[in-house]
């Protein structure tokens, strides 16, 4: 367990240490918006502790008892858990950002050279196709790609019943089903599967790294929309730092990760590893949002992720393949 402190400095100062607990891939960006926040008067002199893990697990460890004063999770139901719990205020999603912190896109990354060649969608279903997507029962991603690879088949003129078939297609094919989207990427990158359900950020950052994959935009995908969010008890400078998250200075360093920044006129040019370092976001031919095509959060998760009855939970547990 990571406790906020304060301690006395040499001069009678103070430093400040923020709890940032979050799901695994913004890691390097958030490590990159803390050296620059760091060089502000806001930010001077606060230290870290971080910890980083699949979104739902993390979401239910800071039940269990994990401080944090700031949390950044993969999906808002992760938060929204935290304020059934009396954790975090109801409010967090109030603002001009509606609680969303970071933005992305779902890709399909292949191995170099992309040696299946996959176009889109209908080709993962192809027979001998191997997939690798973490489980939604831990992970914010795996949840993202669920929702793109079904609304490929219902923003598209299909039926409900269709998109559940094209699902069951989709997890016969899955040989992989990781922790969290940081565990996907690693397995892929170690040579696990054709295809990878990705964050388009993950892809990014990965080539950055040095290693060799490619991806393809298919022609419906979805916006990935992250929350973040400042709990009831954190330290004042936690709000400070949110603040600081949220400006143009802290999205320029997500962009440079390979995030898709959440407010306008943010200098996109310069992203190392995207294809074109100065376009490196370009527009899906169809995008999909939560709000327009799905209702809500509460809504998808009871009707796709419930534990019980979830289209996608009862789809892995038909296929053997859950974790």
């Not at 008892?65 to 935290?82: E, I, M």
């Not at 969303?100 to 399909?108: A, D």
């Not at 200075?249 to 590893?273: C, M, N, S, Y």
């Amino acid at each position: 367990m990571r406790w906020w402190r304060r301690r006395r400095l040499r001069g009678g100062g103070e430093s400040t240490t923020l709890s940032i607990v979050g799901f695994a891939v913004p890691e390097a960006a958030n490590k990159a918006i803390a050296a620059e926040w760091n060089k502000t008067p806001e930010g001077k002199g606060v230290k870290f502790q971080t910890s980083y893990g699949a979104s739902g697990d993390q979401s239910r460890a800071v039940v269990a008892g994990l401080k944090a004063d700031y949390v950044h999770f993969s999906v808002a139901s992760d938060v929204t858990r935290l304020v059934t719990e009396g954790l975090v205020d109801e409010t967090w999603d109030d603002g001009p950002n509606k609680g969303v912190v970071s933005s992305s896109v779902v890709v399909l990354a292949v191995q170099k050279g992309n040696p299946k060649n996959i176009q889109g969608w209908d080709d993962l279903i192809k027979p001998g196709i191997k997939i690798v997507t973490p489980n939604p029962a831990s992970s914010g991603a795996a949840r993202w790609n669920a929702l793109a690879a079904w609304g490929h088949i219902t923003a598209n003129g299909g039926t409900d019943e269709q998109a559940t078939e094209y699902l069951k297609k989709l997890f016969a094919n899955v040989v992989s089903l990781p922790n969290s989207g940081r565990d996907a990427t690693t397995g892929f990158l170690n040579g696990a599967g054709d295809v990878l359900l990705a964050y388009e950020n993950e892809t990014i950052l990965a080539t950055q790294n040095g290693e060799e994959l490619e991806w393809i935009y298919p022609d419906t995908t979805i916006k990935i929309e992250n929350p973040g969010a400042v709990l009831k008890n954190a330290s004042p400078k936690a709000k400070d730092w949110l603040n600081f998250v949220l400006s143009d200075k802290g999205q320029r360093q997500f962009a440079l990760k390979g995030f898709r920044p959440i407010v306008d006129g943010v200098d996109t040019t310069g992203i190392e590893g995207a294809p074109d370092p100065n376009n490196p976001f370009p527009t899906p031919k169809k995008l999909l949002t939560v709000e327009k095509d799905f209702e809500s959060w509460s809504a998808l998760s009871k009707k796709f992720f419930d534990e019980k009855e979830g289209i996608v939970t009862k789809i892995i547990a038909e296929s053997g393949k859950a974790q």
